[in-house]
């Protein structure tokens, strides 16, 4: 077929992997930091954070090598099976499942407990690349839009089942991959107004919020009364957004837990409680903010090394970047993860196969929404919604998820000279 | 180039919009605002106060009046408080619940992240018990500090006592004292305050999440050490002190003896007195209430405080003025036909005790009469060849050398002193300067408007028994390691009295103790010299206050005391006797006296029937404290100043 098959590693981007080692060995550097404890020294300590998360990592460049020493062809091909059995083992999880802090998202296998819903990702991925890869579907069309909606929402009402809101919510970013395939940009704007427009409900609650949103849609409507498509837009915006306000309204009220109201209410400031939910965002934002502009040095974070945040080592790992290596240092990450980002989108770009692209586009997706949405959360700018940074956490399912929905981008990229696959 | 190819711009715009906010949120919260530095380092610092032992104080043998005593207290830093058994905890240090409710909702108010105190000065016995649970309740430490100790349980009014700084005196501080910290609020404790206090160490540690101390803040480079206060050595003789209080127990009135060639006082007894361990330790509040409302007023500084009109103890005076104007010298005879009869053709008396018919000065100081001292008044104001108000002025002058109407200064706060009448009063209260001695004869005799502290007092038979000299008195001899003594007590204050005219008022003193016919013939001490002379105070509100003043041996005297027992009668009768076991106890550390001689002393009760009022002036509840912090503002300063330079003239002692 093509002279380069042979050497697999030949066309493979190794800026890509770069960045991936880079952003693994730091991590772990910060995990070590966050857990260190000076009377059990020990790198390798296998009963320590730091201990397993490098065994993590060699695990996961084993797992990226081999990924890379497939043949990549049949992905495309068996990607309904895969995504098949993921499905499957999802709804095994709340059956078999044991609870880590209140989610029944695990399953114990050996010494180990895995987290499938982080499994669902690359399976969704590939699904979703396959059916809008092929060559008769648009994206604006109907039944494409409803399929497509099918393939995200199946794993994320089965991880919502676990329940485990925060995984759910990371495959709505797949609406990234969907405005790229041509979705109307007004999609994107609902989702923002409808982000929006949950936040304002929870606030001033769904009266008020009905009111104005039927006055101000009135007023677009007679100004536009014209124009009858922009007249049509509005009134469906109107209607879609006031059904969501309701459910929203309802959901907060009847669906949501305790702590993910409370959660919801830190965030949103309506209640002032530094001893609760608000203790672990503050401790967050004071073991950052107390890292200045060279930071406190390694091992030397004081809020990180007295356990004063919380979750230090997987959710909160940025408040050890944070408060030990200060502004340089998440400026470094950041700008680590917005030069990977960039990188997998013309990756993508660069593909002759649609497949491949989708494909890309969504590993991008599923990467920056956990990227913005945990820093985000670790500086009090999101709610606190439990999920890793990609690479950089502590935990194997994470770590390893991340490393086979990149990777087999990498794998499907190596591929891409000489060769067309549809 | 398939479709939508520009969207990846729009995608990718998204991206890089994002890590904008997040970095120029990061750029806010790292390097804009330094309020997370400080929450950081409120986390994670302690500030553990090393609270200095504050100096002790001695007695002149270098015995120890008061000491330091360990005691916890206990802190509290709420936020760090998880759900503990309440029950056992208050059982543990003996509150209850409510109590636990209180404390825990002020410590909270004050500060959810610092520690603040929770009980103070828990035991020793009770932190022993308590100290191996304190691991159930976390949130809570102890922190060492210590409180005074009187091993000997006297001299609490020259002693005073500490108690918690106010806030207003926190703010006059500019930072020196703190919520919690211990100040000296009456007596030396006051007075000496700068000295005693020493200076407090701070310790930063670092704690973690759970309060666990995980050592020093930077290799300890903020931290301070505690300098202990400086050592005081009192003038007092503890043992002296000790037995003055027994005679007086059960007594209301005063004993303060000096040492004239020096100006120390060996006693100042105060009675009725309290024990100072009173005023300590967690039952102080309750303690400090019942002292305040006890009639008989044992806060209430008599020495220093009360102010009587002397009665003949002041014709000792009078005799000496009386020579130095010229007046009269030692050869005058007066006659005594039981009175002294003044005002329009003699229609007035001042009565006398006896008939006693024609006698000197040495004779009329002897037996103490009244119609002598009439005419030497008389001679004084009327017929020193000007005006008596311009010689009344003169006689003022005289007399108030003797520290009369004046603060002699002694290192206590809260001098009184007394009354001096000025001719000014006798104007005012006549409606014309055309007065003479008729008009306030009493003063002959030492009563009307005078009003003398028992200190004073003592300290004119130490200008008597220098013939001539006093120095301040005071109660603090020495302070720190090199034994300094201040400036001031080391000053000859000089009484223009020519020593000359001492020997008459002396040899008359001497009778009075010594003589057949002296008034205080009972109180003779075998073997010792002693010249004294009795008072006899009128008190219009109650039974005569026994009064008694002596210095002894004559030759180079060694000891000056005086004696004031109010509601007690003659002075030869409470007064005398008193003194003089007291004088016969320093100077021969025996008592050679009948049986029953002192039992009689020790045992007598003579407290007044409550709700008697003393005539003595005797402040309102709580004017002491009012008063006292007046006198710090005034004079604080000059005092802090002194205290420094004699801080540091240690310091280079102990260097070298």
Request: aromatic share 12%; with cysteine; proline share 5%.
């Amino acid at each position: 077929m093509n002279n380069n098959q042979p050497k697999p590693f030949f066309s493979v981007d190794w800026t890509v992997i770069a960045i991936f080692i880079a952003l693994c060995l730091f991590g772990w550097l910060n995990i070590h930091a966050s857990v260190y404890n000076p009377e059990k020294p020990g790198i390798f300590n296998l009963s320590t954070h730091y201990g397993k998360q490098f065994f993590f990592i060699i695990t996961a460049f084993i797992l990226g090598t081999v990924i890379l020493l497939l043949d990549g062809q049949f992905l495309n091909a068996i990607s309904p099976i895969i995504y098949g059995i993921t499905m499957f083992l999802l709804v095994l999880v709340p059956i078999i499942g044991k609870s880590v802090a209140g989610n029944q998202a695990w399953i114990a296998i050996g010494p180990f407990t895995l987290q499938p819903s982080e499994f669902a990702k690359f399976p969704t991925c590939l699904l979703l690349a396959r059916y809008l890869g092929m060559d008769q579907v648009k994206i604006q069309d109907l039944k494409t839009k409803i399929i497509a909606g099918i393939i995200i929402f199946i794993p994320i009402a089965l991880v919502m089942l676990q329940p485990d809101t925060g995984s759910a919510l990371t495959f709505t970013s797949l609406i990234i991959v969907l405005f790229r395939e041509g979705l109307s940009g007004y999609f994107l704007f609902l989702e923002g107004l409808l982000i929006f427009l949950f936040i304002l409900t929870l606030l001033y609650g769904k009266l008020i919020l009905t009111v104005t949103l039927a006055l101000l849609s009135g007023l677009l409507a007679y100004i536009n009364r014209k124009n009858k498509k922009i007249t049509a837009t509005v009134a469906l915006t109107l209607f879609i957004s006031i059904a969501f306000v309701f459910s929203v309204d309802f959901a907060y009220k009847n669906v949501l837990k305790e702590h993910q109201r409370d959660r919801i209410d830190v965030i949103l400031g309506k209640v002032n409680d530094p001893r609760g939910e608000e203790y672990n965002v503050n401790q967050s934002k004071i073991a950052i903010g107390s890292g200045g502009l060279w930071g406190k040095g390694y091992l030397q974070g004081t809020q990180t090394k007295y356990d004063f945040v919380p979750e230090q080592s997987t959710d909160f790992i940025f408040c050890t970047v944070g408060e030990e290596w200060g502004f340089a240092g998440c400026f470094v990450v950041i700008s680590l993860y917005i030069f990977l980002l960039i990188r997998i989108i013309n990756i993508a770009e660069r593909q002759r196969s649609s497949f491949k692209r989708i494909y890309g586009y969504g590993v991008a997706s599923f990467i920056f929404f956990h990227f913005f949405i945990n820093i985000g959360m670790t500086i009090g700018l999101v709610p606190v919604i439990g999920i890793p940074l990609p690479f950089m956490s502590y935990g194997g399912s994470s770590l390893w998820s991340f490393t086979i929905l990149l990777f087999i981008l990498i794998k499907l990229d190596s591929n891409r000279i000489g060769t067309t696959n549809t | 180039m398939n479709r939508f190819f520009e969207r990846k711009f729009i995608v990718q715009g998204i991206f890089i919009i994002i890590s904008l906010i997040l970095l120029s949120r990061l750029f806010y919260i790292q390097i804009i605002t330094d309020k997370y530095v400080l929450s950081a380092n409120n986390n994670v610092l302690r500030k553990l106060i090393i609270y200095p032992a504050r100096g002790t104080i001695l007695d002149r043998k270098e015995k120890a009046l008061v000491q330091n005593e360990p005691v916890y207290d206990l802190m509290v830093i709420p936020n760090k408080v998880k759900p503990f058994d309440t029950l056992q905890f208050c059982n543990l240090i003996e509150i209850d619940q409510a109590g636990f409710n209180k404390r825990f909702t002020k410590a909270k108010k004050y500060s959810p992240y610092k520690a603040s105190l929770f009980e103070k000065q828990l035991s020793v016995q009770l932190y022993a018990s308590f100290q191996e649970k304190l691991f159930e309740f976390p949130g809570f430490f102890v922190q060492n500090r210590t409180i005074r100790s009187y091993p000997d349980s006297t001299a609490a009014q020259f002693l005073g006592y500490v108690g918690e700084v106010n806030d207003r005196t926190i703010v006059q501080s500019n930072g020196f004292y703190h919520q919690g910290d211990y100040i000296g609020i009456s007596g030396v404790e006051k007075s000496y305050e700068t000295l005693l206090r020493g200076q407090r160490g701070v310790q930063n540690i670092m704690v973690d999440a759970l309060g666990r101390p995980k050592g020093a803040f930077a290799n300890g480079k903020y931290d301070t050490v505690a300098v202990s206060g400086e050592r005081l050595i009192s003038s007092l003789d503890k043992d002296l002190q000790k037995f003055g209080e027994k005679l007086m127990q059960n007594k209301i009135g005063s004993i303060v003896a000096i040492e004239p060639s020096s100006g120390e006082i060996l006693a100042f007894v105060s009675s009725p007195t309290y024990d100072p361990n009173l005023l300590v330790g967690r039952k102080r509040g309750y303690n400090y209430t019942k002292l305040l409302s006890n009639p008989n007023k044992p806060m209430f500084i008599r020495p220093i405080q009360a102010e009587y009109p002397p009665g003949s103890v002041f014709k000792v005076i009078n005799a000496l003025v009386a020579q130095q104007l010229r007046a009269i010298d030692s050869n005058t005879v007066f006659y005594c036909s039981g009175g002294y009869f003044y005002g329009p053709n003699g229609s007035k008396k001042m009565g006398c005790t006896h008939r006693h018919g024609a006698l000197n000065l040495r004779q009329a100081i002897a037996q103490s009469c009244n119609t002598y001292f009439g005419y030497t008044y008389n001679r004084m104001i009327d017929h020193a060849g000007m005006r008596p108000v311009n010689a009344y002025q003169h006689w003022w002058q005289e007399v108030s050398e003797f520290g009369i109407g004046s603060k002699l200064g002694i290192d206590l706060p809260n001098e009184r002193k007394g009354r001096l009448p000025t001719s000014d009063l006798y104007t005012k209260r006549w409606g014309s300067d055309r007065w003479g001695s008729g008009f306030n004869i009493s003063l002959s005799i030492g009563q009307g408007e005078l009003g003398i502290t028992p200190l004073q007092m003592a300290n004119v038979m130490a200008i008597v028994a220098n013939r001539g000299f006093f120095y301040k008195p005071h109660l603090i001899k020495a302070i720190g390691e090199k034994h300094i003594v201040k400036d001031e007590y080391t000053k000859k204050n000089m009484v223009h009295i020519d020593p000359s005219y001492f020997n008459i008022v002396i040899e008359g003193m001497d009778d009075v103790v010594n003589s057949p016919g002296g008034t205080a013939i009972y109180s003779k001490i075998p073997g010792i010299d002693m010249c004294g002379k009795t008072g006899t105070v009128e008190n219009s509100q109650g039974k005569d206050h026994s009064v008694f003043f002596a210095f002894a041996p004559r030759v180079n005297p060694k000891i000056a005391i005086v004696v004031v027992v109010e509601n007690a009668g003659f002075g030869a009768t409470w007064s005398a006797p008193i003194a003089s076991v007291m004088v016969e106890k320093y100077l021969k550390n025996t008592i050679s006296r009948p049986p029953g001689y002192l039992d009689r002393l020790f045992l007598a009760n003579l407290l007044p029937p409550t709700h008697v009022k003393t005539s003595a002036v005797v402040p309102q509840k709580g004017e002491i404290v009012k008063s006292s912090s007046d006198i710090a503002s005034k004079s604080s300063s000059s005092i802090q100043k002194q205290h420094e330079a004699i801080k540091k003239a240690n310091a280079q002692s102990v260097v070298k």
